[in-house]
């Protein structure tokens, strides 16, 4: 077959000018390709149909501002709990606390243009961990907090605050202890006693018991934390916000007034992880 001397040999300017475009138009898909893959950890697979304006890279642990990312940032706010799925029925529903502070904490993010929050679930509604941290990576979220509270049976005496990153070995585990030790210290600063040391803590399942780590226990262990917290491609943290069993932390942190204090601290701990200014307090 005789081929077209014009193909080959790019005679006309124009021509020139079109290939030219043409390869570079393949050089940047494939750069895109490039960059797809080496953002994208092992075993997550990320999507493609985000709706959020995601403009940025995903979350580099360490210094998200200093890794190019630009705001708006997308952070996933996951009430743990919801639909027949209620929580820990102590003093007060888990599952109250958790869509109150979750509320609270999306309006606040969303009257700052620096982010863009995103429900991991609508209120109200049954959804499985799996689920979850699927709409947060369809979402390009680039942070997550999971809301909890705690409780215990046996004694009202259990007080205080805790919280669980993504533990040590994982893509993601910097980030997620960073984003985790600004809660904590702000929880402190607040006056709520910050369980195992600093509040920070690392859960393991065995089976299906439950082993829970000191923060100063770094090492790295293949037996899975939460779901929430290893599933989602960025950073997780899920807060213990109180104990439901205890009077004294349910006054001070369930409730309208008590849920906002916490969304307000959840709201800063985001700021400082994402280097913005936090936007004045309405309190
Ligand atoms: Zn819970």
């Given at each position: 077959?005789?081929?077209?001397?014009?193909?080959?040999?790019?005679?006309?300017?124009?021509?020139?000018?079109?290939?030219?475009?043409?390869?570079?138009?393949?050089?940047?898909?494939?750069?895109?390709?490039?960059?797809?893959?080496?953002?994208?950890?092992?075993?997550?697979?990320?999507?493609?149909?985000?709706?959020?304006?995601?403009?940025?890279?995903?979350?580099?642990?360490?210094?998200?501002?200093?890794?190019?990312?630009?705001?708006?940032?997308?952070?996933?706010?996951?009430?743990?709990?919801?639909?027949?799925?209620?929580?820990?029925?102590?003093?007060?529903?888990?599952?109250?606390?958790?869509?109150?502070?979750?509320?609270?904490?999306?309006?606040?993010?969303?009257?700052?243009?620096?982010?863009?929050?995103?429900?991991?679930?609508?209120?109200?509604?049954?959804?499985?961990?799996?689920?979850?941290?699927?709409?947060?990576?369809?979402?390009?979220?680039?942070?997550?907090?999971?809301?909890?509270?705690?409780?215990?049976?046996?004694?009202?005496?259990?007080?205080?605050?805790?919280?669980?990153?993504?533990?040590?070995?994982?893509?993601?585990?910097?980030?997620?202890?960073?984003?985790?030790?600004?809660?904590?210290?702000?929880?402190?600063?607040?006056?709520?006693?910050?369980?195992?040391?600093?509040?920070?803590?690392?859960?393991?399942y065995n089976g299906k018991e439950k082993q829970?780590?000191?923060?100063?226990?770094?090492?790295?262990?293949?037996?899975?934390?939460?779901?929430?917290?290893?599933?989602?491609?960025?950073?997780?943290?899920?807060?213990?916000?109180?104990?439901?069993?205890?009077?004294?932390?349910?006054?001070?942190?369930?409730?309208?007034?008590?849920?906002?204090?916490?969304?307000?601290?959840?709201?800063?701990?985001?700021?400082?992880?994402?280097?913005?200014?936090?936007?004045?307090?309405?309190?």
């Amino acid at each position: 077959m005789r081929k077209q001397r014009g193909v080959y040999s790019l005679r006309s300017t124009r021509a020139r000018v079109l290939c030219c475009a043409a390869l570079c138009g393949v050089a940047l898909l494939l750069a895109a390709c490039v960059r797809a893959v080496t953002v994208e950890p092992a075993g997550f697979s990320g999507s493609a149909y985000g709706q959020p304006p995601a403009s940025g890279t995903s979350d580099m642990p360490g210094s998200p501002g200093a890794s190019g990312a630009q705001p708006p940032y997308v952070v996933a706010l996951d009430a743990g709990h919801g639909g027949f799925d209620t929580g820990a029925d102590a003093l007060v529903q888990e599952l109250s606390v958790c869509e109150q502070t979750v509320d609270l904490l999306y309006a606040l993010l969303d009257s700052d243009p620096n982010y863009f929050p995103l429900r991991t679930r609508p209120n109200g509604e049954d959804r499985s961990i799996k689920d979850r941290a699927q709409t947060a990576n369809d979402g390009n979220a680039q942070l997550l907090l999971s809301i909890h509270a705690n409780s215990d049976v046996t004694t009202q005496q259990s007080h205080g605050f805790e919280c669980f990153p993504t533990p040590p070995g994982r893509t993601h585990s910097e980030g997620a202890m960073r984003f985790a030790l600004y809660i904590a210290d702000r929880m402190g600063s607040a006056g709520h006693r910050l369980r195992g040391g600093n509040g920070v803590r690392f859960a393991y399942y065995n089976g299906k018991e439950k082993q829970i780590v000191d923060s100063t226990d770094d090492k790295v262990r293949t037996q899975r934390s939460f779901g929430i917290v290893e599933r989602p491609d960025c950073p997780a943290v899920l807060v213990e916000q109180c104990f439901l069993t205890n009077p004294d932390d349910v006054a001070q942190w369930t409730g309208e007034a008590g849920c906002a204090r916490a969304a307000r601290i959840y709201y800063e701990a985001i700021c400082a992880y994402f280097g913005t200014q936090p936007a004045a307090s309405a309190a």
